[in-house]
């Protein structure tokens, strides 16, 4: 993930400069335990800011509506009672070539400030602190104690210091190129490492894309540059700076981050062109440069400039676009994995129990034998004789010889009455056994639909997949299979979207993407001409064939739906899979059934295909 350097920082704030200051504080809403947002209404808009202490994804910019769920963070509720009603009169760096930023509050535009809320957007030491105008530390989003650093303790009631002042170089535009590449390349080294080494508020996306830009490798020699080279680069060099200090920031999203520099086209020289510091003809087709940002991406070399990147029409939506979506991949991921091995680790052990219960009752079904032994035993007491350790006895019913285990210390009467025993503990364990047994398969029946749903979350799409992983993951946790000390509820407002799909005739087709959609798609939105789906004994979605009054679903739309059915189910690797559908009407759930667990009557079988499946 692309850290905010200076550059970034420095446009963001830009933007929020010229578009919300001054601005009312309205609210103050925590999202998690590394983002603050701040609700601001100005005289022409309101909107949200996020500030970010995130350890890789540290930042400030204008951030989308928090979910409607209850904020029980102590750091916001400081933050609202100490800020609400205020107006945000300042956004500043507090110096030179600093990440560090103050929001400055007053009671009104143009009076003193009388709190500064410092964002210190520096990696994994990035904080957000609350002082007063005295600049006693009042909070901070986590406190640092002395324990932990010497250098910079951060504890509320104590002044604020500034973070420790960088000691490299602060770039300058007035520095003459001479003196600008021998500081450079002073000690030979990789081109990227001397720059960054030589000067504060750079950072390695920056560098990367301002070398490229010029047409050179990051990796190479700063003594293999030859003085056209050097021109190049210092022409960027001095373009970065004058962008910095003219607020000339164009926003863009390359496949390897972002950039916030439209960076000027190279200039070509003896007819070649280097594209990740490989140099090519001029004449060469089209090659996808893997650039870290600025200029790059779809490029033919002595055929014009393509750009293969997303324009943003501002430092705040590419900012909040990217970071969004990099936390959620992250937080996917995390709970994605979290709730596999959870699955994985319960289904193995209800499974465990299954089998130790069919084991119980394969031992009951001689219960009958025991009772026959023991009749036939009492029936034929004469031919019992002292010391027998088995006794052979023809059945009553086949008059074939029945071998009879005895006991010798025991007489023929003790031996059947410990027979008649045997037969009544396992009929008494078959009884037991058997309603246990049918819970737990109930239960792997339940984690296996769950399971289910969770193999079509393979990657990380949209932020309905982050949802709907929510959703399974509340799911869990209201059933008791999951503990979660700092759980809290998703936004019942922010409902996701069925997967949709339209048929060869046009029908639409909606398949549910977890429990709680299931039981939605076929209790609440099923209607009575529609057709409902599902694979047969193998958990899979519900899909629900939107049929309109009037109309009749062809053999295709059946088969589309049955495939798609089957692609939304545990055999989506299959070849073909056994689907069925009938009306809404005949299914029905179970008194004390869980989530998506459903029965179903007069229903037919259609073989899916969920290799030809369009998802």
């Known amino acids: ?57 540290a930042r400030i910019c204008v951030g989308d509506p928090p979910p409607r769920i209850p904020d029980t963070f102590t750091f916001s509720q400081q933050l609202r009672h100490q800020l609400s009603g205020l107006a945000l009169v300042s956004i500043a760096p507090i110096s030179p070539w600093e990440r560090v930023v103050d929001l400055q509050f007053a009671q009104r535009p143009g009076e003193p400030a009388l709190w500064h809320l410092y964002a210190e957007i520096i990696g994994k030491y990035s904080n957000v602190i609350l002082t007063a105008h005295d600049n006693l530390v009042v909070t901070c989003a986590h406190q640092v104690s002395a324990k932990q650093s010497s250098v910079r303790p951060i504890q509320t009631g104590q002044p604020y210091e500034m973070p420790p002042a960088l000691t490299d170089t602060a770039p300058s535009a007035i520095e003459p190129q001479n003196r600008w590449q021998e500081r450079i390349s002073l000690v030979p080294g990789q081109l990227h490492r001397n720059l960054l080494k030589n000067y ?37 060099w001095q373009y970065w700076l004058e962008s910095l200090e003219n607020s000339k920031f164009k926003p863009s999203l390359t496949a390897q981050g972002y950039t916030v520099i439209d960076w000027p086209a190279p200039e070509n020289h003896n007819n070649v062109g280097a594209v990740d510091g490989a140099c090519v003809p001029s004449n060469t087709s089209p090659i996808l440069s893997p650039l870290g940002g600025g ?41 994605r994995h979290q709730l596999s091995q959870k699955l994985i680790n319960l289904l193995a052990k209800l499974k465990l129990k299954a089998n130790t219960f069919k084991q119980k009752l394969q031992q009951s079904e001689v219960a009958d034998t025991h009772k026959s032994q023991a009749d036939l035993l009492m029936a034929n007491l004469q031919h019992w004789q002292p010391g027998m350790k088995t006794i052979s006895l023809p059945d009553f019913e086949t008059n074939q010889p029945v071998a009879i285990p005895l006991n010798p210390e025991k007489n ?189 009557k007069q229903e037919r079988i259609v073989w899916g295909r969920p290799q030809q499946a369009t998802a």
């Open 1 to 57: 993930m692309q850290p905010v350097d200076l550059t970034t920082l420095t446009a963001a704030c830009s933007e929020l400069r010229a578009q919300w200051l001054p601005a009312r504080l309205e609210q103050v809403y925590q999202r998690d335990r590394f983002t603050v947002s701040l609700a601001l209404r100005t005289m022409n808009k309101r909107g949200w800011i996020d500030l970010s202490w995130h350890p890789v994804a």
């Open 200 to 236: 504060r508020g750079l950072s390695k996306a920056l560098i990367w894309s301002m070398i490229r830009s010029a047409n050179l490798d990051p990796e190479q020699s700063t003594d293999s540059l030859s003085p056209h080279d050097w021109q190049q680069l210092f022409q960027r």
């Open 295 to 335: 200029w790059g991406g779809l490029t033919s070399i002595g055929t014009g400039r393509e750009e293969l990147t997303s324009a943003f029409p501002s430092v705040q939506e590419l900012l909040n676009s990217y970071y969004t979506s990099e936390i959620n991949q992250e937080v996917f991921a995390q709970v």
């Open 412 to 600: 023929a009467v003790q031996n059947a009455q410990a027979l008649y025993k045997k037969h009544q503990k396992l009929k008494r364990a078959r009884i037991a056994v058997e309603p246990l047994l049918a819970a737990v398969q109930e239960e792997i029946d339940y984690l296996e639909q769950v399971e289910a749903a969770l193999s079509v979350l393979e990657t990380y799409r949209n932020t309905q997949d982050l949802q709907t992983l929510a959703e399974i993951r509340e799911e869990l946790i209201q059933q008791k299979y999951l503990d979660a000390p700092d759980y809290r509820s998703t936004d019942k407002n922010a409902a996701i979207e069925f997967h949709r799909y339209q048929t060869p005739s046009g029908f639409e087709l909606l398949i549910g993407r977890n429990n709680r959609q299931n039981d939605q798609l076929t209790f609440r939105v099923a209607g009575d001409y529609d057709i409902w789906f599902h694979t047969l004994e193998i958990p899979g979605s519900h899909a629900l064939l939107r049929v309109t009054p009037g109309t009749v679903a062809e053999e295709a739309d059946l088969q589309f739906a049955a495939n798609m059915a089957a692609y939304y189910s545990r055999a989506r690797q299959s070849e073909q899979v056994p689907v069925v559908y009938t009306e809404p009407k005949y299914v029905y759930k179970p008194k004390g059934a869980k989530p998506g667990m459903v029965v179903y």
